[in-house]
């Protein structure tokens, strides 16, 4: 009983970075010790399946509860306290950082793998300073093309949600996507719009499912082949996510009382994190 609510905690800390541009749920499996649990099921989901239900029911229904339930209110928290939200969301990242240095601390010092650090590092930087970009990309009328567009989408959306470091949400900001995804499943409602809105989704879903395996599998690989490797370029992933995470952040004027309410929810987060990763 114990386990599947720890499980319900972490789908939910997952689900909510997942709808928010600029937080990485990828990153947040890495801090919570689930990552590579996570990874293994995907790549394998028949192989397992009564374990790899035990695992998917609590924690798809943690992920989904804070997809339905809280989304809006971190979205509200995110317009009204940027600065407290943000800090929560980065002590979660840095509470999971000692079991993470613990899979790449190794006595041989290997130039190679401060190499791939740098690299990763660098990649997830240079993503924090892209413009998010104003275009939207209009999902009304599509042809074969657009729904070609629509599943290569789902298949970058999906591969960045599960690489650390990378936010699925900014990335589909940046093509255009974000706001119609989010407005066709808002739609979902409207009866006179739901053939095309499930036709859309299902295209999206299709894509999202097939990027998922695939880099699931690479991942799975580079896991087993080359362990030390794939974690130090992890560790760039994870460290540059909070420059990401941050950068929106810069130059803003703070309150006195609004810092003390960040360091609060910044230890709140880091001990839930450092705590959660450890079972």
Do not use: C, Q
């Not at 499996?29 to 394998?44: P, R, W």
């Not at 899979?103 to 791939?116: A, P």
């Not at 209009?138 to 989408?153: D, E, H, P, R, T």
């Not at 409207?190 to 095309?196: A, H, I, K």
């Amino acid at each position: 009983m114990k386990k599947n609510i720890m499980l319900i905690v972490k789908g939910m800390i997952v689900g909510i970075a997942n709808v928010i541009p600029g937080v990485s749920g990828g990153t947040l499996m890495i801090t919570l010790g689930i990552y590579e649990k996570v990874i293994g099921i995907i790549s394998h989901f028949f192989k397992n399946f009564k374990e790899n239900l035990k695992f998917l029911i609590p924690f798809g229904l943690g992920l989904g509860l804070a997809v339905l339930l809280f989304s809006k209110i971190i979205g509200y928290s995110l317009d009204k306290f940027p600065f407290a939200t943000t800090l929560f969301f980065l002590g979660l990242i840095l509470g999971g950082l000692p079991m993470l240095w613990k899979k790449v601390k190794i006595k041989k010092k290997n130039i190679s793998n401060w190499l791939i650090f740098a690299l990763t590092f660098g990649l997830v930087t240079t993503f924090a300073f892209l413009s998010s970009g104003e275009n939207v990309v209009s999902l009304a009328n599509l042809g074969i093309g657009g729904y070609l567009m629509l599943f290569l989408v789902g298949m970058i959306a999906s591969s960045t949600m599960i690489i650390p470091g990378i936010s699925g949400s900014f990335v589909l900001m940046l093509l255009g996507y974000y706001k119609p995804i989010i407005d066709t499943v808002r739609s979902l409602t409207d009866f006179s719009l739901l053939g095309n809105n499930i036709i859309i989704l299902g295209v999206f879903g299709v894509g999202v499912l097939v990027g998922a395996v695939l880099v699931a599998k690479l991942i799975e690989f580079l896991l087993k082949k080359y362990e030390v490797k794939t974690y130090f370029g992890v560790l760039g992933f994870v460290l540059a996510s909070m420059i990401a995470i941050i950068k929106p952040l810069m130059g803003g004027s703070l309150h006195f009382l609004e810092v003390i309410i960040a360091f609060i929810l910044f230890m709140g987060g880091f001990l839930m994190a450092y705590k959660i990763s450890e079972k």
